[in-house]
């Protein structure tokens, strides 16, 4: 009896002293389960115990983030400041980040890590050999077959602010599309434009090009890890891995590192620990 007693209390001193995982999150996408593979591979170098919850839908990342079932996730300062926050597009990526930055804290206590170099925003996506190199040079293009998502189409910072800010339309056609499909017929030459997005591994796999937003028109979607209060308790290094980690991800890379998951098939964990040794961010 006296042995077993002594065994019981082995057990629970050793359970009561296991450190609890970091709980690393992503939407439901290739590019957000990459970030979750950066931030729990950045973090698994320092030895911390992690447990990821992967492809969850955005709101539920969030919102789990807020009630401490996840504790870090990448998020988009314009989804933080329109979709959370509820507040009007801003085309100003500083003054986007810096109010998500300090209302998420204030009224959640959440914390927006340095942005990651990355903008995934909307964008208007052509063939490489387009003549086109940025929106202002489809005010003169007035025959162009276009192919939106539903979304887009009505979106007051999508065609129909478009076709104000450029002067005009510019479609002698528009088709709704489901977005799924719209990559392919573009690159089949169906349609002569479409909207996307800015860091989609379709456009470096399927050889196409993003329009420059010389017009400054899209809001930013700038990514940046969003930590709850209990992230650095449980991982004390990965605060200064992940600002190691910031500017690191521009634009390109990301496109490349998405174009490795989604086109060539390859494990994001994979793709993600590649990176993360060129960059020589892990030993």
Do not use: H
């Not at 002293?17 to 992503?26: E, I, N, T």
């Not at 590019?31 to 911390?48: I, M, P």
């Not at 009630?67 to 003054?95: C, F, M, Q, R, W």
């Amino acid at each position: 009896m006296r042995a077993a007693f002594v065994l019981l209390l082995a057990f629970a001193a050793g359970c009561g002293g296991a450190s609890p995982a970091l709980v690393v999150g992503s939407k439901p996408f290739a590019e957000s389960e990459l970030l979750g593979e950066l931030f729990a591979q950045l973090a698994e170098a320092d030895g911390a115990k992690v447990e990821r919850k992967f492809y969850l839908g955005g709101q539920v990342c969030f919102e789990a983030l807020k009630k401490g079932d996840l504790d870090v996730y990448g998020e988009y300062t314009g989804t933080g400041l329109v979709n959370i926050l509820g507040e009007s597009p801003s085309t100003d990526a500083g003054a986007v980040y810096a109010r998500v930055k300090s209302e998420f804290a204030a009224r959640w206590g959440l914390q927006w890590l340095p942005r990651l170099g990355f903008n995934n925003t909307y964008a208007l996506v052509v063939r490489a050999d387009a003549a086109p190199r940025a929106l202002s040079g489809l005010a003169k293009a007035k025959d162009l077959r276009c192919g939106f998502d539903l979304e887009f189409a009505d979106r007051p910072d999508g065609y129909k602010g478009l076709v104000k800010a450029l002067g005009g339309p510019f479609c002698a056609q528009l088709r709704q599309m489901a977005p799924e499909l719209m990559y392919d017929a573009l690159a089949r030459g169906d349609v002569d434009v479409i909207s996307g997005y800015s860091t989609d591994g379709r456009i470096a796999a399927l050889g196409l090009k993003v329009l420059e937003d010389d017009k400054r028109f899209f809001p930013p979607y700038d990514a940046a890890p969003l930590a709850g209060p209990k992230a650095f308790v449980k991982a004390p290094q990965l605060r200064a891995r992940l600002e190691a980690l910031a500017g690191r991800l521009t634009d390109a890379k990301m496109t490349r590192l998405n174009a490795a998951v989604v086109a060539d098939k390859r494990q994001a964990k994979d793709v993600a620990r590649e990176f993360l040794a060129a960059e020589k961010l892990v030993p």
